[in-house]
Structures are given as C-alpha cells and as structure tokens.
C-alpha cells in the first residue's frame, strides 16, 4: 500500500493549478509585456479552481449530511453493529447481530443468494489495526461463511490493509461506507434513527464462557496484535513481533 501524503506537501491537482497560474502569469507577461494583464490571466484561472473547490465542498458537505455519518460517529459499538444490520437489510440481506461477548469474531452474520458473510464492526476514532482482520477471518470457519468483511467509519493501518489483502478479507472504510449508505433506497436518518432507538437483543448465544479482552489489542509501537504471555511475574501481553518489538501491556490496562 502506497504511503500517506504527508499533510503540508500538495496533491497533484494542486500542484499543476499552482504551475498553471504561474505560466499564465509569464505567458501574459511575455505576449503583453503587462503585468496588470498577466496577473488578470493568472487571477482567471485562479479563481475558477476556488469556486470550483467551493462547489466540490458544498457537495460533499451535504453528502456527508445526507450519509447520517457524524451521527454514526456518535454511536457506541454496539448501536453501530445495530445500524449495519438495518443497512444490510436495506441492500436486500439477511441480517444478524451476534451477542456483544462470545462471537468467535464476528458482530453481523449476513446473507443473500445463499452466500453467508461475516462481519466484524467498528466503531472507530482512529485507524483500525490487524486484530480485526484476523478475527473476522478466523470467524470464517466457525460460521461457515463465505467471505469476512470488516467495517469501519474510520480507516485501517497499513498492516491491516496488507493481511486483509493476503487473507481474502474484505476493508469497507469510511469513503466506502459513506457511498453504501448513499445507495440504498430508503432514508438514511432512519436507519440512524431506528439503531438508536432499537433495544439491544443478541442473536447468537455463546457455547462457552469466554474470556473479556481488551477492544483494542494492537501494539501502539509497530501494528501487530499483541497476545497473552507468561512469565515469572505472571500473565501479560507481549507483541507478537517479539524479539523485533518488545513491547507489553499489564492484563488490567
């Protein structure tokens, strides 16, 4: 995956807007030999980029109004596995939310045609790690399914995008979540509406009790998952890329 533009370097339309007005400002000047006519020349062509970044804005921000996204991004994780339910549902699926503890990995389990998907929710403020994709892909087995699908209303680290593309899972991020909720037929705000408003009722019953871990097991120095560990002093998480990261983290944190 190729790396993120760094915030304070140019996107590549910016850049040719910026030789863009230059060369009509040398261009004016060297055929008129005015500089009141080139910087006309140059301020044209600059202000027909700024309305149209205006326009762009305008549409997006109602885009973003009309998806429900801010309100989803005020959701607990469990109003959004509701709200993906009635999402999929609205695309024509069978959907159903699992119990919020003993999921083997999966919050939704989805149908159609005869295909099951499973899929892991993630309510999200920040990037999500390698941890969800190598539960969903575990959860695979266990329900039988066809394809593992993890989605997000944020985006993924570049570890994830990596082993969701060596493992066949398939990264819905907040860009592709935002046009699923677009396409749908029915209101957006009622899907939000009706999650928000929906009692919380498990789908699937655990087969045996299962140990609560943290929501987040990603080690915060190098992206991999970080696993229980023993040692003389007791159980801890170490990361799994040990000895390159020797990171841990005490069972209580």
């Known amino acids: 995956m190729a790396r993120r533009r ?105 149908s159609k045609n005869g295909k099951k998907i499973v899929v892991q929710a993630k309510r999200y403020s920040k990037n999500v790690g390698l941890k969800a994709v190598q539960e969903i892909h575990t959860a695979l087995a266990h329900y039988k399914a066809a394809e593992a699908w993890v989605v997000t209303n944020s985006d993924y680290t570049e570890q994830a995008y990596n082993l969701a593309k060596s493992s066949g899972v398939k990264l819905i991020n907040r860009k592709l979540l935002i046009e699923m909720i677009l396409a749908i037929n029915s209101e957006p705000q009622t899907l939000v509406a009706v999650a928000l408003e929906e009692p919380v009722v498990p789908v699937y019953e655990p087969e045996e009790d299962v140990i609560e871990e943290p929501e987040d097991l990603d080690c915060p120095k190098c992206g991999y998952l970080l696993v229980k560990r023993k040692s003389s002093r007791g159980e801890f998480y170490g990361c799994s890329n040990f000895p390159k990261c020797r990171h841990t983290m005490n069972l209580n944190t």
């Open 6 to 110: 760094k915030k304070d370097e140019l996107d590549p339309l910016q850049s040719l807007i910026l030789l863009l007005v230059f060369g009509s400002f040398i261009g004016g000047y060297y055929l008129f030999k005015s500089l009141l006519i080139s910087s006309i020349f140059a301020g044209a062509i600059l202000g027909v980029y700024l309305t149209s970044v205006i326009i762009l804005n305008r549409k997006n921000n109602e885009r973003l109004r009309r998806s429900g996204i801010t309100d989803i991004d005020k959701m607990d994780g469990r109003r959004f596995e509701l709200y993906l339910g009635h999402l999929f549902e609205a695309q024509g699926y069978k959907a159903e939310v699992t119990q919020s503890s003993g999921d083997y990995g999966a919050d939704l389990v989805i």
